[in-house]
């Protein structure tokens, strides 16, 4: 499987700032995610990272929170945007592999005040 | 939009015993995947049955998936201390997008020594 990380592990921020999140992959993949788990929850969608065009946003995420980057086949981040309270979550990147599994990083802990 | 239900939404058994978790869904899917999330850390994969399967082994673990009832389980054998965590089974479908996952509520699974 592919071997991921992300930066930074975690962090805390004050509201209105934003902060952007790096996910690098050790070997070239053609799909990537971002995904978020709010507080004792599950994980949601948040958009399909696409390298070389924007990235594809679900419902109820939208590009000027989200901003996301995919210069190329192995990195990509994700901004969070005038952030707010709500927005603390923990962060996930995934790719999938060859075989179809999806596979994820070890997720960014964010905390805003 | 689609998400499975999982049931129970906790768990808590002796090591040694085996573990069932249910997870159920509402649309035709293309692949169900399990995973495994120790104290909010990332997932780790587990396994990937695909919607013409019905059953896979892996090591201790053993998935079935009943495409008529919609509806897969997990069986953890001889189950250990260390496999305390949450587990979320996650489907993608035609209605949802390939690889796009939906996961399910999750099994918080407590395996006391």
């Known amino acids: 499987s592919a071997v991921i990380s992300q930066k930074p592990s975690r962090d805390i921020c004050q509201r209105g700032t934003s902060l952007t999140i790096q996910c690098q992959v050790d070997?070239?993949?053609?799909?990537m995610f971002w995904y978020r788990q709010q507080p004792g929850q599950s994980l949601t969608l948040i958009a399909t990272a696409n390298q070389g065009s924007e990235a594809t946003y679900e419902s109820g995420f939208v590009i000027d929170k989200f901003p996301i980057s995919r210069p190329n086949l192995t990195f990509s981040t994700l901004t969070v945007s005038n952030m707010s309270p709500e927005d603390s979550s923990i962060y996930l990147c995934?790719?999938?592999?060859?075989?179809?599994?999806?596979?994820f990083g070890p997720g960014t802990r964010l905390t805003v005040l | 939009s689609q998400q499975g239900e999982e049931d129970p939404q906790a768990l808590s058994i002796q090591e040694g015993e085996n573990a069932t978790m249910n997870c159920s869904y509402k649309t035709s899917i293309n692949n169900l995947q399990w995973y495994r999330q120790n104290s909010g850390r990332g997932l780790v994969h587990l396994i990937l049955?695909?919607?013409?399967?019905r059953e896979k082994h892996s090591g201790r673990l053993r998935v079935t998936l009943d495409t008529s009832k919609k509806s897969s389980s997990l069986l953890i054998t001889a189950s250990r201390a260390a496999d305390t965590a949450s587990y979320f089974c996650a489907t993608d479908s035609l209605y949802t997008g390939f690889q796009k996952l939906v996961f399910g509520t999750g099994t918080r699974l407590l395996v006391s020594p």
């Open positions: 995934s790719v999938v592999g060859l075989a179809g599994e999806q596979f």
């Open positions: 049955i695909r919607s013409n399967e």
């Open positions: 070997s070239q993949v053609t799909m």
